[in-house]
C-alpha cells in the first residue's frame, strides 16, 4: 500500500509536468512523420525543377554567348529587386498608403507573407516597437472575439437543448416564457459541438472566399482553398498574395471583401484552434490516466508478490462503502477506493486530480479579474463541471464554458 501511495501521489504531483512532456513527444512525432510526408512528396518535383532550371541557364549562356558567372551575378541583382517589390509585371506600389496598411495589417495578425518588408534601418526598427504593442492588442481582440463566439454558440445550444425538452413536454408548462427561471441541472455545452460548429463556419467562410478569389485574382479553386487556410491560420508563407495586381474591376469593393473575410477567417480558425487543444488535452489527459492505471496495477502485483496487504483488504467488507456506492464507482484504478478511505491510506485518483486543478482556476480567475477589472464569480462551478484550467486562451474558453453551463 506504500508503494501504491508513492506512485500514485508522484504521479500526481507531476501530471502537468507529465501532460507536457507527453505532448513535447507527440509534437516530435507529428513534426517527424511530417517532415518525412513532405519530403517523400516535394523533393522529387524539387529535383526535377533544378534540373530543368540548369538546362535552362546553360542553353541561354551557349545561346546568347554569356558566361555562366555573369549570367549569375544578374540573376542575384533580379532576385534582390524582386525583394524590394519589383516584378516584371505591373504590381500596385508597395508602400503607398493602401500597401502599407495592408502591410501593418499582416503584421499585428501575425500573418507575415513577406511580400513586402522592410529595407530601410528607421523601418525595421521602428517594426519591432510596432509590431510588439500591436501583435499583443490584435490576440487579446482575438480572445475576446473567442469569448463573445463562446458566449454566443454556448447560449443558442443551450436554447436548442431547452427548446426540444419543452418540446417532449418534460418542462413544466409555466416556464414557456421565462427561459432565464429554469435551469438544466448538470448541463454544459459539448467542447465537440462547439469544434463542429467553428469548423462548418471555417469551411463555409474559406468555400467563399476561394469563390471570390478564383476569378478576381486567377488562381484555380484549390489554390484558393490553399491561401484561405495559410492566411486564416496566421501562417502566411506568402507564395500567394492576394489583393497585389495594380488595378482590379470594382478594385474597393474587393479590396474590402478581401479584408473583412481575411478578419472573420482568422478569427474563426482561431477559435477552432483553441478548441482543438481542449480536445488534445483531454486526450492526453485520458493517455495519463491509462498511464497511471498501468503503474498502479503494478504496484498492485508487486505487492501482492511481496505479501503485503492493505489495512482493509478489498472484499472484506460489505460491497457498499458509507455513501451506499460500490467500491468501484470512482473510477478505473479504485476498486477499493472505499476501503482505503474508511482505513485512511489514500484517496481517488478522480480526488487527486480535482485537488491538482484548484491552482490553476485561482491562476484563471486572477487572470479575468485582471484582464475584465472587476472580479467574477465562476471559479466555484468551473471547478466543478469539468471545465476548470488553463490560462491565456484557453483559460477564456474555458472560463465561458463554465459560464454559460448555468443559467443565465
Known amino acids: 500500500s506504500e508503494c501504491r501511495l508513492r506512485c500514485c501521489r508522484s504521479l500526481h504531483l507531476n501530471e502537468d509536468n507529465g501532460r507536457f512532456l507527453l505532448l513535447a513527444i507527440l509534437i516530435l512525432l507529428y513534426l517527424l512523420c511530417g517532415a518525412a510526408v513532405f519530403s517523400a512528396i516535394e523533393r522529387p518535383s524539387e529535383l526535377q525543377a533544378h534540373g530543368r532550371w540548369n538546362g535552362t541557364l546553360l542553353n541561354f549562356s551557349e545561346t546568347f554567348n554569356i558566361s555562366l558567372q555573369d549570367l549569375n551575378s544578374f540573376l542575384r541583382e533580379y532576385e534582390a529587386a524582386i525583394a524590394a517589390g519589383i516584378r516584371a509585371d505591373a504590381l500596385r506600389p508597395r508602400w503607398d498608403f493602401t500597401g502599407a496598411f495592408y502591410f501593418v495589417g499582416t503584421v499585428v495578425s501575425t500573418i507575415g507573407f513577406g511580400m513586402t518588408t522592410p529595407v530601410t534601418v528607421a523601418g525595421k526598427v521602428f517594426l519591432i516597437f510596432y509590431g510588439l504593442l500591436g501583435c499583443a492588442a490584435t490576440i487579446l481582440f482575438f480572445n475576446l472575439f473567442l469569448e463573445r463566439i463562446i458566449t454566443l454558440l454556448a447560449v443558442v445550444m ?211 479579474e485582471s484582464a475584465n477589472g472587476y472580479p467574477r464569480t465562476v471559479c466555484s462551478s468551473s471547478c466543478h463541471n469539468g471545465f476548470s484550467g488553463g490560462v491565456g486562451a484557453l483559460g477564456i474558453m474555458n472560463n465561458r464554458l463554465a459560464e454559460t453551463s448555468n443559467s443565465r
Not at 467500491?327 to 485537488?355: F, N, Q, V, W
Open 158 to 368: 443551450k436554447a436548442v437543448r431547452e427548446r426540444r425538452i419543452r418540446n417532449s413536454g418534460l418542462l413544466p408548462p409555466g416556464i414557456h416564457h421565462d427561459f432565464s427561471a429554469y435551469s438544466l441541472p448538470g448541463w454544459k455545452p459539448s467542447v465537440y459541438h462547439v469544434m463542429l460548429i467553428l469548423g462548418l463556419s471555417a469551411i463555409t467562410i474559406s468555400c467563399c472566399a476561394s469563390a471570390m478569389y478564383t476569378p478576381v485574382e486567377g488562381w484555380a479553386y484549390l489554390d484558393s482553398l490553399y491561401f484561405c487556410f495559410v492566411t486564416f491560420s496566421t501562417i502566411g508563407f506568402g507564395d500567394f498574395v492576394s489583393s497585389q495586381n495594380g488595378a482590379y474591376e470594382y478594385q474597393s469593393l474587393y479590396r474590402l471583401a478581401n479584408f473583412l473575410f481575411m478578419l472573420m477567417g482568422v478569427c474563426c480558425i482561431y477559435s477552432l484552434f483553441n478548441v482543438i487543444s481542449i480536445v488534445i488535452k483531454q486526450v492526453l489527459n485520458w493517455m495519463l490516466q491509462k498511464m497511471s492505471c498501468l503503474f498502479c496495477q503494478r504496484c498492485n502485483k508487486a505487492n501482492a508478490f511481496l505479501g503485503r496487504r492493505n489495512a482493509i483488504r478489498p472484499g472484506s467488507r460489505s460491497r457498499k462503502g458509507r455513501f451506499g456506492r460500490p467500491p468501484d464507482s470512482d473510477g478505473p484504478c479504485d476498486s477499493d477506493t472505499e476501503g482505503r478511505r474508511l482505513s485512511g491510506e489514500m484517496i481517488s485518483m478522480k480526488e487527486l486530480t480535482a485537488s491538482n486543478k484548484v491552482s490553476l482556476a485561482i491562476m484563471q480567475k486572477q487572470l479575468s
